[in-house]
């Protein structure tokens, strides 16, 4: 006869499933914990990459070369990253030793855990970054020439007359201010081993530097404005009145004359560009921004690289004369960009330089 079989011997996997259904339910709340605190996570971060944006994006508009500058963009940037709920972990750092300048931004936070605390996640901290670029208007007048100004010979910077400079004003050598020159720039800069002559309008001369412009001089090529629509570098391409349009190129001199000028220019030649009409209202047409570029080498004494010497001239656009002088001595003449020169020389009557540059406003993210 046979014994009987006991319960545990006829059932050995007895209890098994409810080992299972415990393991499972184990995992089960894993799974549901890191999914309530993953999402939390996620939203958390993406709150901090908007804040950290909106940061970039506060401070770029005030962000320039000048220490002044990039205080006021740091500051902006940092009372809009609070405003969003980040008063603390948020490093500001601008970088300006080139264009186009940058801004980052970067926050980090401890954010807490909920059901991830179960399996020993108290927290997660978290580092995000933005980074804007601003590709900046640079001075309002800048001369690259470091020769130290010597009457009937070379100038720097010499503004006459009632000139009205909105931006930076930088000379790698000397400066004359005369007249009712108003300067409301964050940086007026020229060199120690140089002097600067002051006589009338507010203000005084700028502290000299030392240790030179951080600011490097602008860099443009006849090959950074596009096809000539008009002319080309190798004909001579001489008079232009009336409406004009496109980019005009000549391997000669350029003269605009007549009266009322208006269109969308910009003149291109490696000789002398002389605006005699009067007014004239021309915006570039270059995308850089630059309505005149000449190649020309001269001083401010004889043979301007650039002159505008007409009355009631209003040019949207940079000048650019890297080897030679810009000279302005017409009447109410403003220039809605920058001028940079070997040397500069306002000397008209009233005017106004407004730095917007080649790139006013020219800012957005960067990564």
Same mark, same amino acid.
């Given at each position: 006869?046979?014994?009987?079989?006991?319960?545990?011997?006829?059932?050995?996997?007895?209890?098994?499933?409810?080992?299972?259904?415990?393991?499972?339910?184990?995992?089960?709340?894993?799974?549901?914990?890191?999914?309530?605190?993953?999402?939390?996570?996620?939203?958390?971060?993406?709150?901090?990459?908007?804040?950290?944006?909106?940061?970039?994006?506060?401070?770029?508009?005030?962000?320039?070369?000048?220490?002044?500058?990039?205080?006021?963009?740091?500051?902006?940037?940092?009372?809009?990253?609070?405003?969003?709920?980040?008063?603390?972990?948020?490093?500001?750092?601008?970088?300006?030793?080139?264009?186009?300048?940058?801004?980052?931004?970067?926050?980090?936070?401890?954010?807490?855990?909920?059901?991830?605390?179960?399996?020993?996640?108290?927290?997660?901290?978290?580092?995000?970054?933005?980074?804007?670029?601003?590709?900046?208007?640079?001075?309002?007048?800048?001369?690259?020439?470091?020769?130290?100004?010597?009457?009937?010979?070379?100038?720097?910077?010499?503004?006459?007359?009632?000139?009205?400079?909105?931006?930076?004003?930088?000379?790698?050598?000397?400066?004359?201010?005369?007249?009712?020159?108003?300067?409301?720039?964050?940086?007026?800069?020229?060199?120690?081993?140089?002097?600067?002559?002051?006589?009338?309008?507010?203000?005084?001369?700028?502290?000299?530097?030392?240790?030179?412009?951080?600011?490097?001089?602008?860099?443009?090529?006849?090959?950074?404005?596009?096809?000539?629509?008009?002319?080309?570098?190798? #004909?001579?391409?001489?008079?232009?009145? +009336?409406?004009?349009?496109?980019?005009?190129? %000549? *391997? $000669?001199? =350029? !003269?605009?004359? @007549?009266?009322?000028?208006?269109?969308?220019?910009?003149?291109?030649?490696?000789?002398?560009?002389?605006?005699?009409?009067?007014?004239?209202?021309?915006?570039?047409?270059?995308?850089?921004?630059?309505?005149?570029?000449?190649?020309?080498?001269?001083?401010?004494?004889?043979?301007?690289?650039?002159?505008?010497?007409?009355?009631?001239?209003?040019?949207?656009?940079?000048?650019?004369?890297?080897?030679?002088?810009?000279?302005?001595?017409?009447?109410?003449? #403003?220039?809605?960009?920058?001028?940079? +020169?070997?040397?500069?020389?306002?000397?008209? %009557? *009233? $005017?106004? =330089? !407004?730095?917007? @540059?080649?790139?006013?406003?020219?800012?957005?993210?960067?990564?």
């Amino acid at each position: 006869m046979t014994p009987p079989v006991s319960s545990a011997r006829r059932n050995p996997e007895r209890g098994t499933v409810a080992v299972l259904v415990a393991a499972f339910l184990l995992g089960l709340c894993g799974m549901a914990a890191l999914a309530v605190d993953a999402g939390y996570w996620y939203q958390a971060r993406r709150h901090m990459q908007a804040a950290a944006d909106a940061a970039v994006m506060a401070g770029l508009p005030d962000l320039g070369a000048s220490a002044a500058a990039q205080t006021t963009a740091k500051s902006r940037a940092s009372a809009m990253a609070s405003s969003c709920g980040y008063a603390t972990g948020v490093t500001v750092t601008p970088s300006v030793a080139t264009t186009p300048w940058h801004l980052t931004v970067k926050i980090t936070k401890v954010q807490p855990a909920f059901f991830s605390r179960l399996f020993g996640f108290a927290s997660k901290s978290m580092t995000v970054t933005s980074v804007g670029e601003n590709a900046g208007s640079g001075p309002a007048v800048y001369a690259k020439s470091a020769v130290c100004p010597v009457p009937g010979v070379t100038v720097g910077i010499q503004l006459n007359g009632g000139a009205t400079v909105e931006g930076d004003l930088i000379s790698n050598g000397g400066m004359g201010l005369y007249g009712t020159f108003n300067g409301n720039g964050d940086t007026q800069y020229y060199s120690a081993l140089c002097t600067c002559a002051y006589n009338g309008g507010p203000g005084t001369c700028p502290n000299p530097s030392t240790s030179g412009s951080s600011v490097p001089f602008p860099t443009y090529t006849t090959s950074s404005f596009g096809a000539c629509t008009h002319g080309s570098l190798s #004909t001579v391409l001489d008079t232009q009145s +009336g409406a004009l349009n496109g980019i005009y190129c %000549s *391997s $000669g001199d =350029i !003269n605009v004359s @007549g009266n009322n000028i208006t269109g969308t220019a910009t003149f291109v030649t490696p000789g002398r560009v002389t605006i005699s009409a009067t007014t004239v209202t021309l915006t570039a047409a270059a995308s850089d921004g630059v309505i005149i570029y000449s190649g020309a080498t001269s001083n401010c004494y004889s043979n301007q690289s650039v002159n505008v010497g007409s009355s009631g001239v209003v040019l949207n656009g940079t000048i650019y004369a890297p080897n030679g002088c810009i000279n302005t001595s017409g009447a109410d003449v #403003t220039i809605n960009g920058s001028l940079y +020169g070997n040397e500069v020389q306002l000397g008209a %009557s *009233s $005017g106004v =330089i !407004n730095a917007t @540059g080649a790139s006013s406003n020219n800012y957005d993210l960067y990564q």
